[in-house]
């Protein structure tokens, strides 16, 4: 049985949710457990991926007018709002005993949590082998589009991925490969938010590109707290985990906030 530290954290600001996973990822030793942290925000944010590019398809005024923070992940891929959704990263090394394939493979190797969650609940996921086509259209939502092994629910994407890897230098001067996987699961349908921050999408268009367990019929009839513990008892199931709980220290929580003005996208 495999263990793996688990942080159950209370609602943070985005610049810090963002520092916190970032010192995750650059002190993580090699052999160590992995680190799974759920979370969640403490109002609406709007997250863009590492390389994704500030233009004027983000209607930046809506989100000042609304108080809705921008930052940047550490991690790639497209625009997540958050608030309204369960939040999860973790951190592991690459090719160690329990992640011992590529980027890809790790994809598919914890989309068998996520899937078994979504069944779980009574829904009928489909795992997404493949990126499709890349499209044109919609370069920042990042549920507009379903990358390889990603999860769907009736043709539509219920939780988006990105990941990023990282050579890290131990205190002895050896380097390994650690990666850092971001993922979000929407609870309530946000699509009207989004179309006023992006307005150059088409609502209809999305809403039949995306999910959440609101629109899906799970949440509210099933509450934030009983949705993590069932995501967090799935989790343990698939992978024959044993959970480690250990919150932050208080010299990670000092190396947080000295890494958190990074993150602040505007």
Known sequence: MGIWRLIEDI????????AADQLLLESYAQNTHPVFRIYEWAGATLSLGRNEKLDHR??????KSLGIPVIRRTTGGKAVLHGFDL???LVGGVLDKQFNGGVLDNYRFLAKGFYAFFEELGLKPELQEQS??????????CF???SAYEILVEGRKIIGSAQRVKNVRSADSSSSRV???HGSIPLKDSVSLLTEIFPYVNEDKLRQEMHSLESAGIYPAHSKQDLRKLLLEKL????KLKWEKRGW???ELSLIAERESAFQAV
């Open 11 to 18: 609602p943070r600001s985005g610049s810090f949710n963002m």
């Open 58 to 63: 983000l209607n930046l005024d809506v989100c």
């Open 87 to 89: 939040t999860y990263s």
């Open 132 to 141: 499709p086509q890349k499209k044109k259209t919609d370069p920042h939502v």
């Open 144 to 146: 507009a589009d379903a």
């Open 179 to 181: 990666f850092l996987q």
């Open 236 to 239: 343990q199931d698939t992978f």
């Open 249 to 251: 220290s208080e010299e």
